[in-house]
């Protein structure tokens, strides 16, 4: 019987006698580490791929699993999962981050998506030309909106250390952003 990711989770947290409480958690927090891996690049089927193999480790190694840093490991395990599969297809350049834009504009009118395809294109362009642990603190910072804390307790090292590379991160983003252009033409250095 084939399975969605999703259909998965939930069977496996029957299937292990979770706590309700802590399989719903367990749940939302892989369903955010998902949509983290579509904006880092991942296709669909790559990313339920990447939770599923996440959740079963975490299910296989949970009494070793510090529960207040359960969310932080879930993430860097998915995150180095993508680099891995990255690596097998020699795709390493390929990281593309969507914006819903929809948030910001009224209706939907040709204009709007033209816009946002528009910015889209500007933003992967933007992010691409970035170092990969640039775009990857941009992504759980704003777009996982994971707090200083807890991508510090990703990459092993202090709040400070977090905020100090977040902001040069956010410079550098956008000194290219500038350099990029309206349309998301690159200009030469």
Do not use: C
């Not at 070793?64 to 359960?70: F, K, L, R, S, V």
């Not at 932080?72 to 350049?93: C, E, G, M, Q, S």
């Amino acid at each position: 019987m084939l399975f969605t990711f999703f259909q998965m989770n939930r069977y496996l947290i029957r299937r292990v006698d979770m706590n309700e409480d802590f399989g719903i958690q367990l749940h939302e927090k892989l369903k955010a580490v998902y949509f983290t891996l579509l904006k880092m690049g991942a296709n669909k089927q790559d990313a339920e791929d990447i939770l599923q193999e996440t959740a079963y480790q975490f299910i296989k190694y949970i009494d070793g699993i510090d529960a207040n840093y359960a969310e932080a490991w879930l993430y860097r395990v998915a995150i180095n999962k993508f680099y891995d599969a990255l690596r097998k297809k020699k795709h390493a350049n390929n990281y593309v981050l969507t914006f819903n834009l929809q948030d910001l504009l009224d209706e939907k009118t040709p204009e709007s998506y033209v816009l946002q395809k528009e910015a889209q294109t500007t933003i992967q362009q933007t992010l691409s030309m970035l170092q990969p642990k640039e775009m990857e603190l941009l992504l759980l910072k704003y777009s996982a909106e994971l707090t200083l804390n807890e991508i510090a307790i990703l990459f092993q090292t202090t709040d400070k250390s977090i905020k100090t590379q977040l902001a040069r991160a956010r410079k550098k983003f956008s000194e290219v952003f500038e350099r990029t252009g309206d349309y998301g033409e690159n200009i030469n250095y």
